[in-house]
């Protein structure tokens, strides 16, 4: 299941950035992420979507989501400081 998975987030991947579809902004944010298809696949198993032919939308759907968490937490940690 996950090489499978992993192999559809790949595809999903290769979509998004064939057809424009993410802003570079959530881009930068996986190119930080230690491994990418792990942190994506990690993302994938904690949502409650099921596979649907527009995988990479849920794909987008998840990257900008935890993207806009890291940057709340990011200005959290600079308001304290």
Do not use: P
């Not at 596979?51 to 600079?78: G, N």
């Amino acid at each position: 299941y996950e090489i499978t998975m992993k192999s559809t987030i790949v595809s999903a991947l290769i979509t998004l950035d064939t057809e424009q579809q993410m802003d570079e902004r959530f881009w930068n944010h996986l190119r930080v992420q230690r491994n990418i298809l792990d942190f994506l696949y990690t993302l994938w198993l904690d949502d409650d979507r099921t596979l649907v032919d527009e995988f990479s939308t849920i794909i987008k759907d998840l990257v900008e989501y935890d993207f806009s968490i890291a940057e709340e937490q990011m200005k959290e940690r600079l308001n304290i400081a």
